[in-house]
């Protein structure tokens, strides 16, 4: 997850920053500060913070967005929920892969899972490993657990990635996954869109290279990964995505075969 982004579109538009450049920008790796909200109204589950306000985030700026203290967002408050509430995640010690590792999670995902946590990025200098999602460096069912949100879009070969993904999971094992992501339609990708500044326009990302849509379950399946939707308007209560701040927003549940979260 980048801090900041919208700033640097301009010369990523010109082709003056290359993806490599962007993500190895530590600062970016950073929420910004700012609002200090009042108590009361909204919570993090995530840290915990209760605030009046959240930060905005966002090419568009979506409003009440960033807890001001941990910098999640909508779908890691809804990750955190729902791996705490519909998972054994953080009632045992598993091996877990922890793709592109979101700051907020890092510290309490390592102090659950110990040395069983392992982060991996392309880019990120803080991740334990560097390596490409479509060549993990990891023997065949090394992995309890995958987390991967908001990676698999980053990948050229997503198919390649989500074999791998498979591959490094034990066959009990299962994997929540995300992605942006409209139940309504079809995957949007066109190799046409070959450059930053098309990707932007097609995808609203310079790096992203689709949308995924309603065959992701099919495609998570075909390399492997048995996939079922969860969605956050039916996953919580009005109440509780309003308490929370989570906006509309899905989730994949992935299992090997035979298994139980
Ligand atoms: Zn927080």
Not at 61 to 76: F, I, K, V
Request: aromatic residues 10%.
């Amino acid at each position: 997850m980048l801090h900041g982004l919208s700033r640097l579109l301009p010369d990523i538009r010109r082709g003056g920053l290359d993806e490599a450049s962007v993500y190895r920008r530590p600062a970016h790796y950073r929420a910004r500060k700012g609002l200090v909200p009042a108590k009361g109204m909204l919570e993090c589950p995530v840290c915990g913070r209760r605030a009046r306000r959240f930060l905005p985030f966002g090419v568009s700026g979506r409003r009440n967005a960033q807890c001001p203290d941990c910098g999640s967002l909508e779908r890691h408050r809804f990750l955190w929920l729902f791996l705490a509430e519909r998972t054994r995640f953080f009632r045992r010690t598993l091996r877990v892969l922890h793709t592109a590792p979101e700051p907020c999670f890092e510290a309490a995902f390592r102090a659950r899972h110990r040395r069983g946590y392992v982060t991996v990025d392309r880019y990120s200098p803080f991740a334990d490993v560097q390596a490409d999602l479509t060549a993990l460096p990891f023997p065949a069912g090394r992995f309890d657990v995958v987390l991967s949100s908001h990676v698999l879009e980053h990948v050229a070969d997503d198919r390649m990635a989500m074999a791998e993904l498979a591959r490094v999971l034990k066959p009990s094992g299962w994997a929540v996954l995300m992605f942006p992501f409209d139940p309504r339609r079809p995957t949007q990708e066109d190799p046409a869109n070959d450059t930053p500044a098309k990707r932007l326009a097609a995808y609203g990302h310079p790096y992203h290279y689709r949308i995924y849509g309603n065959d992701a379950p099919d495609r998570l399946a075909a390399a492997g990964l048995p996939a079922t939707v969860v969605a956050s308007r039916r996953f919580l209560s009005g109440h509780r995505l309003r308490r929370f701040r989570v906006n509309t927003n899905h989730l994949l549940l992935a299992r090997r075969a035979g298994t139980e979260a």
